[in-house]
Each structure stands twice: as C-alpha cells, then as structure tokens.
T-cell receptor
C-alpha cells in the first residue's frame, strides 16, 4: 500500500516563529488532507489539498502531486498551534479506494511563549 | 449543529468482555470509517462502510465487528478476540456524492481494558 512519511518528527519553536512541515508519499493520490490533533485528541481539518496551494489565515499548504510531496506552512506561530500535525492520503492506485486515508506518523509541534 | 458524535468519551472494561462504541453523524454522509490510534502513532483503518448494510474490512479488522443498519450510525464492537484493545478510537465520515469530499472526525473514545 501507499506509504506516507512526515518530517520532522518533532519541532520546538518560540512564539512568533515560522515553520514548514513536510509530507512525502510513495504513490499517486486522489486526496490529501492535513489535520491538527489537539491535546484532547480531536482531529481538526486544516486543508483538503490533493494538488495546488491553499491558504487559511496563518496557515497555508502546497501539494506538488507530480513530485509526491506536500508542505504545511505555519507563520507567526502561537502557543495554541501546539499539538500533532498529521498528513493523510487516499492512494489512487488499484481503482476505487473508497476514501481510505493512510496517515503519516505525525509531527509533534511545541510552541513556547 | 451538524457533526459526528461518539460515546462514551472514556470506557473501561475488563479483559474478556465485548464492548460497543457508538458513532452517529448528522452530516448526511454516505461513507463512514473507524480508525484506531495508539500512543505516538498515526491512525490505522479498522472498518469502513460506503452504504447502508454494507461494510468492508480495513487494515486491522481482526477482533472487531461493525454494523450499518442506518445511514447515520456505524457502531464498532471490540470483541474479546482483539489482543490489544486499549487504544483511542476515532470515527469519521465523508460524502462521495458531492463536494467537499474530505473526511471529518468525531471526538474519539478512549478505551482501556484491564
């Protein structure tokens, strides 16, 4: 099946700093989503971005499908940005995949005041 | 308010007991999913359902069972055959008939089996 690798595994920032999280995937995808998991475990949808670039406030994401990677940018980080960021994909190979998401291992972000 | 609800939030059971986790959605989504998360890990797919009365095994279905009698509901039973049932369980749903096609997640159930 499709493999998803996220880097870095851990990231520690001072409030106000910018950061870039990376997601590499091993095959073509029909869907790519970025999530933020808060300390209570809730997965919050950040972006649905199988290709192209999107922005939402201080966050933006870019997926280059032909090169099999996606980047999540966080600017002017705040302590509330802390948590785990997951990239998840639906592989395009093998016909209909029924929307099954394959998750990376996540990036743990800690933002200090 | 549209969304996905899971209950209970925390569940404690003795080894050897079956337990059923609830998942309900009022988003009118056709597809529903169950994932498991272990500490420090990403999520792994247990079961999914594209339509009422039909469901398929995911990557780690052994020791679990599901039903899909109503569009809104997709309960998961963790049976005594599941070797390591203690985990965080998340339910998700999505539309495949019209956008947006992204998956949305419920708040999760933390299951502890001793």
């Amino acid at each position: 099946g499709i493999q998803v690798e996220q880097s870095p595994p851990d990231l520690i920032l001072q409030e106000g700093a910018n950061s870039t999280l990376r997601c590499n995937f091993s095959d073509s995808v029909n869907n790519l989503q970025w999530f933020h998991q808060n300390p209570w475990g809730q997965l919050i949808n950040l972006f649905y971005i199988p290709s192209g670039t999107k922005q939402n406030g201080r966050l933006s994401a870019t997926t280059v499908a032909t090169e099999r990677y996606s980047l999540l940018y966080i600017s002017s980080s705040q302590t509330t940005d802390s948590g785990v960021y997951f990239c998840a994909v639906v592989g395009a190979a093998g016909g209909t995949s029924y929307g099954k998401l394959t998750f990376g291992q996540g990036t743990i972000l800690t933002v200090h005041p | 308010d549209g969304g996905i609800t899971q209950s209970p939030k925390y569940l404690f059971r003795k080894e050897g007991q079956n337990v059923t986790l609830s998942c309900e959605q009022n988003l009118n989504h056709d597809a529903m999913y169950w994932y498991r998360q272990d500490p420090g890990q990403g999520l792994r797919l247990i079961y999914y359902s594209q339509i009422v009365n039909d469901f398929q095994k995911g990557d780690i279905a052994e020791g679990y069972s599901v039903s899909r009698e109503k569009k809104e509901s997709f309960p998961l039973t963790v049976t005594s055959a599941q070797k390591n049932p203690t985990a965080f369980y998340l339910c998700a749903s999505r539309s495949y008939r019209q956008p947006p096609y992204e998956q949305y997640f419920g708040p999760g159930t933390r299951l502890t089996v001793t």
